[in-house]
């Protein structure tokens, strides 16, 4: 944009753009340190799409079937996701949802309970044993109106109908954001220690950097695995290496050489 016209400046140690659902954690959790939260939504606080989940949240509390845990709940991730996912956030998602739907319970949301007064759980698609928590077809609803005021009440600051249109970088790190206000069409400049973007779904890493190289390195592995060239960890899939390398290469910088057995 044009640096001549005028626009306001905001510093915070932490942006997140983005008020879904995990975006309102992600603040309550950097307020829980003191730092200084804004959060950026392109809509009004309370209107983002976590509000259409109506099924419930799946955790492995086991009320409804104690056989159920966090093994099984993880292998049903993996299975559903034709074991493409990223197995190491399955695991931690199987692993922690049991304690994060008792969290938001100790922050207000009102789930439907058993006749024991239990968090009740019922069935859905994908999973073995009744694993859903909700609160009737509204759960979506509920949970972001508990997130949105237990952020709220920790602090942190809304810019709503806001639409973020660059990220700035400061050798290579993203260090700020430039957005607009929808309701005057006012500029806004924000300068910050730590950008969380959840509209690109990874910190400061562009779907497109991602894409490309899950792309060439994919092909890099079939080529070499067609010239029966081993490479390391061949007994695990093309999408493993991948994922690893891109992982690997994209938060740590770190370099992959391949060697020919």
């Given at each position: 944009f044009d640096m001549n016209e005028e626009y306001i400046t905001h510093e915070y140690d932490v942006v997140i753009i983005g008020a879904g659902g995990a975006g309102l954690r992600a603040a309550i959790e950097a307020s829980k340190t003191g730092v200084s939260v804004a959060m950026i939504c392109k809509s009004m606080l309370g209107?983002?799409?976590t509000v259409m989940a109506e099924g419930g949240a799946a955790a492995a509390l086991?009320?409804?079937?104690?056989?159920?845990n966090w093994?099984?709940?993880?292998?049903?991730?993996?299975?559903?996701?034709?074991?493409l996912n990223d197995w190491r956030m399955a695991r931690i998602h199987a692993q922690q949802a049991p304690d994060r739907i008792r969290e938001l319970e100790t922050w207000g949301a009102i789930f439907d309970r058993t006749s024991k007064g239990l968090t009740n759980?019922?069935?859905f698609g994908g999973h073995t044993y009744p694993r859903l928590a909700h609160i009737g077809d509204a759960t979506g609803l509920e949970l972001i109106r508990t997130l949105?005021?237990?952020?709220?009440?920790?602090?942190?600051?809304?810019?709503?109908?806001?639409?973020?249109?660059?990220l700035f970088t400061t050798n290579g790190i993203i260090s700020g954001c430039f957005a607009y206000d929808r309701n005057d069409g006012t500029l806004h400049v924000f300068k910050s220690k730590t950008i969380?973007?959840?509209?690109?779904?990874?910190?400061?890493i562009k779907k497109g950097k991602r894409s490309f190289l899950r792309c060439e390195i994919t092909l890099f592995l079939k080529e070499l695995k067609h010239k029966d060239?081993?490479?390391?960890?061949?007994?695990?899939?093309?999408t493993d290496i991948t994922n690893e390398i891109?992982?690997?290469?994209?938060?740590?910088?770190?370099?992959?050489?391949?060697?020919?057995?």
């Open positions: 209107k983002a799409h086991g009320n409804k079937d104690p056989r159920d093994q099984t709940h993880f292998r049903d991730t993996m299975k559903g996701g034709k074991y759980q019922r069935n949105q005021e237990k952020g709220v009440h920790m602090g942190m600051d809304v810019f709503m109908e806001f639409t973020v249109r660059k969380v973007d959840l509209d690109l779904r990874a910190s400061g060239i081993k490479v390391p960890c061949i007994s695990e899939s093309v891109i992982n690997k290469t994209l938060l740590t910088s770190q370099t992959f050489k391949f060697h020919k057995s």
